[in-house]
């Protein structure tokens, strides 16, 4: 049974696409291990009072996250994890405006598929390299991979173009460490979401890096909804795994950080390793340990001020033989008898919705709009709450443009049976069953489920959500 917000959606950015996986097997038992330890951290990242003039100064305000990411793999150490993730933003924070505010806070990080180094054991190999070195320390004192987010100063000439002014790039950058220390991977965030601060890389760059227990993809935060680099890092490069340093402020009622992460892990078939800033005083929140058969492990908290540590068991993936399938999401003749005409229009995330209110206590309904249209199965414990069932198909301006397709469930957070506008986290009433599908115009099609409780969002426990081409049924 759950409440508050059912949905099935899918988002394609301009041309591009999320893809739906063929499953994927769990890795032989005969001599092999089946799990290994993962550990995400939330931060409630410390920022800086003011702006660094020297590289000394940055470093000195940035410890005090540093500490504290010491103290947490110090923990999960202890705990014998494999790995750990630390959030995007989380050395330093995000609030610079321009390249020159954060400059003073980055370090040139190098290709680590041009050279071999570990920071730890070769701190004087490249000048200001004090964090990474530190981090390199911190992986290799406890005999774990790690995966942080921090800035790359990399230098440009005068034949480049591009080169900007100051002589070098300025990137948002996921970096990698193996249990010695050394630095195994370097991602360059592509897809930057207001941050002047940073440039974008030339092309994607596709980063995954081979563990004893899998194939592991990293990409950051607004990446996750563009085809490039998430999508050929599944499809092409076979990872089972993906880490994923976010600073994430939930847009609801689909874009929470725990809500779509997760459904992330379901419609791709990886575990998704997801750690996020901790500021719920402005939407920052919501980390998991999260597998194609749901959730591990989550932390969502919206009052509470402290981060969170999560330490979770993880089943060990492995890639079929076979091609990734992809399954086309449809509607049946029988699914379409019960099209009627939408009750009323109301806003969602800034978008008009088609809707239906829903009446009695079991029932099934189709609503379209433009080429989309979306059926719902329920069955209730009893009618209560302002459901409505919902359709969107259009392009999405706010923080846009881009190209929705949605079916959505929810309860209104007005009392006005005709507006959607308003959401709740205080959610009525019980669903015993529900089947959601549309007929959506690709096969790109991330299933989620959301809770409420005391209002805070839940995710349903592992195996409780069903997907395939028929949709999916809790």
């Known amino acids: 049974m759950m409440d508050n917000i059912i949905s099935l959606c899918r988002i394609v950015f301009t041309l591009i ?108 190999r490249y000048e200001r390299t004090k964090i990474q070195t530190f981090l390199s320390c911190l992986a290799k004192n406890n005999s774990m991979y790690l995966v942080a987010n921090y800035g790359d100063k990399q230098p440009c000439h005068d034949t480049d173009p591009n080169c900007p002014k100051n002589g070098h790039y300025q990137y948002n950058t996921n970096i990698v460490f193996d249990r010695n220390g050394k630095l195994i991977a370097r991602y360059h965030k592509q897809n930057l979401f207001f941050e002047s601060q940073f440039n974008t890389p030339a092309s994607p760059e596709f980063i995954y890096f081979d563990t004893e227990f899998g194939r592991f993809g990293t990409f950051t935060c607004f990446d996750i909804l563009f085809h490039d680099p998430a999508i050929p890092l599944i499809e092409k490069y076979n990872v089972t795994d993906i880490v994923f340093p976010t600073a994430w402020m939930d847009a609801l009622p689909f874009l929470s950080a725990i809500g779509y992460h997760s459904s992330f892990a379901v419609a791709y078939n990886v575990n998704f390793l997801s750690a996020n800033l901790h500021q719920p005083s402005k939407r920052f929140q919501g980390s998991g340990i999260y597998t194609p058969k749901g959730s591990l492990a989550f932390y969502y908290n919206r009052s509470f001020p402290d981060g969170r540590l999560l330490v979770k068991d993880v089943p060990i993936l492995m890639n079929n033989s076979k091609r990734f399938e992809k399954k086309k999401v449809t509607l049946d003749t029988s699914d ?14 800034k978008d008009r919705y088609n809707f239906v209110s829903l009446r009695s206590k079991v029932g099934n309904v189709t609503v379209c709009q433009a080429d989309l249209c979306c059926y719902l199965s329920y069955n209730r414990v009893e009618v209560t709450g302002n459901y409505a069932f919902g359709v969107f198909s259009g392009v999405h301006e706010r923080h846009g443009p881009y190209y929705l397709q949605v079916c959505i469930l929810l309860e209104c957070g007005s009392d006005n049976a005709t507006d959607c506008y308003h959401f709740t986290f205080l959610a009525n009433g019980y669903f015993n069953n529900i089947t959601i599908k549309g007929n959506f115009s690709t096969p790109y099609v991330t299933p989620q489920v959301l809770t409420t409780d005391n209002g805070n969002l839940e995710l349903l426990p592992p195996n409780a959500l069903k997907f395939n081409e028929r949709g999916f049924n809790v």
Not at 336 to 349: A, C, K
């Open 336 to 349: 379409m008898q019960f099209i009627q005409r939408h009750d009323f229009q109301g806003r969602v995330f």
């Open 17 to 124: 696409s999320i893809v739906y996986v063929s499953e994927m097997s769990r890795l032989p038992t005969s001599g092999k291990p089946t799990f290994y330890t993962a550990a995400v951290y939330e931060n409630a990242v410390v920022f800086p009072e003011k702006r660094a003039s020297s590289y000394d100064e940055a470093v000195s305000q940035m410890f005090p996250n540093l500490d504290e990411y010491k103290r947490q793999a110090d923990i999960a150490g202890t705990l014998g994890a494999d790995i750990i993730v630390f959030p995007e933003d989380g050395i330093y924070g995000y609030l610079f405006a321009t390249p020159s505010d954060i400059e003073n806070y980055l370090e040139y990080i190098p290709d680590p598929a041009q050279v071999d180094w570990t920071p730890c054991t070769e701190p004087l």
